[in-house]
């Protein structure tokens, strides 16, 4: 990996007291800020894979409890039944039969 040439190595009369302005420093810090960069992709990386992962989880246990309102409450004690009630479910018999609307007449 290349460093870059900072200002300071452009200007061969650079010279400064300040340790933390000196080329050696910046060269310093300038491979931590590519290492804490690396390792924030990489955990990123992580974090997307995990949310995908936990999304999916969400997604099987939402068809499951789908899958469990229709084959073992509708199944087991029937779509009128009080059981399917109590799991959200809307009985039968409060089910409004579908009408059809009658034409407006011509005037």
């Not at 899958?67 to 004690?77: D, F, I, L, N, P």
Request: glycine share 2%; proline share 3%; net charge positive.
């Amino acid at each position: 990996m290349t460093i870059p040439r900072f200002a300071n190595q452009t200007v061969s009369t650079y010279n400064t007291t300040r340790a933390d302005a000196s080329t050696a420093n910046l060269q310093e810090v300038y491979q931590a800020m590519l290492i804490s960069q690396q390792t924030e992709t990489e955990k990123l990386a992580l974090y997307h894979a995990a949310s995908d992962a936990a999304r999916l989880a969400e997604w099987e246990f939402h068809n499951g409890v789908l899958a469990m309102k229709e084959v073992v409450v509708r199944g087991q004690y029937g779509s009128d039944s009080d059981q399917a009630q109590a799991v959200e479910l809307k009985k039968k018999s409060d089910r409004k039969r579908p009408t059809r609307k009658k034409p407006d007449a011509m005037a």
